[in-house]
């Protein structure tokens, strides 16, 4: 079956601009999750969403950040007047729900602000 | 401070060889999972551990969740240039963070033929 896709899979954006990175989980998982990846590190959690609505967005960073998952399938990532710091890899994750966690992850989107 | 300390960073070794890389903590985790990734590409679920003292094989790897379920090994015997990638530990600890997962950063394994 399929995995998680995200889009776009390259992103490259200029400073000050926003934008929206787009997740589609595994069909049937009832949680999705952000993770954001610097470069020689591991995934940080951004937020995690359990249904429509975002169980725990304590890894947002900032009020810059935001997501949605409106249906409760696929979610939007959305970055407001991004910096250049905001550039990592951008990490999806669906799993089946409530205490599974077996995550599994998209290819994820590359971020650069320039 | 990273909540989950992996060892080595990184690690490059012959076709055949054995390796081992460490993921430890102070803290108790209620499972605990490894993943490899590859370049351009998300982490790829391997194994998850839950129970302490747990031995589990994949192949040639062998992973073990440590008695006070703290830490956690990976084990690969003869090494093969497709094992070339980054070993990520990830923890859950439902009580305190619900269902996120805390990574470490990752051991960059080379495998050379």
């Known amino acids: 079956g399929a995995g998680v896709s995200q889009t776009p899979s390259n992103k490259v954006t200029e400073k000050g601009k926003y934008v929206e990175l787009r997740c589609d989980p595994i069909s049937g998982h009832t949680a999705l999750y952000w993770y954001r990846q610097s470069l020689g590190q591991g995934p940080e959690f951004l937020i995690y969403?359990?249904?429509?609505?975002?169980?725990?967005d304590s890894g947002l960073p900032n009020d810059r950040f935001f997501a949605v998952r409106p249906e409760g399938s696929v979610s939007t990532l959305k970055i407001q007047r991004t910096e250049r710091g905001d550039s990592a890899v951008y990490l999806c994750a669906s799993s089946m729900g409530q205490g599974g966690n077996e995550q599994y992850f998209g290819p994820g989107t590359r971020l650069t602000v320039t | 401070t990273q909540l989950l300390e992996q060892s080595p960073q990184f690690l490059s070794i012959q076709e055949g060889e054995n390796l081992t890389v460490y993921c430890n903590s102070s803290?108790?985790?209620?499972?605990l999972q490894w993943y490899r990734q590859e370049p351009g590409e998300g982490p790829v679920l391997l194994v998850t551990?839950?129970?302490?003292?747990e031995v589990k094989k994949l192949k040639r790897l062998t992973f073990q969740f440590g008695d006070a379920r703290k830490d956690s090994s990976l084990h690969i015997t003869a090494a093969q240039p497709g094992d070339t990638g980054l070993y990520l530990c990830a923890g859950a600890r439902l009580r305190e963070y619900g269902n996120k997962l805390v990574f470490g950063a990752g051991t960059i394994l080379r495998v050379k033929s």
């Open positions: 969403f359990q249904g429509t609505g975002a169980a725990d």
């Open positions: 803290s108790v985790f209620s499972s």
């Open positions: 551990v839950v129970t302490g003292g």
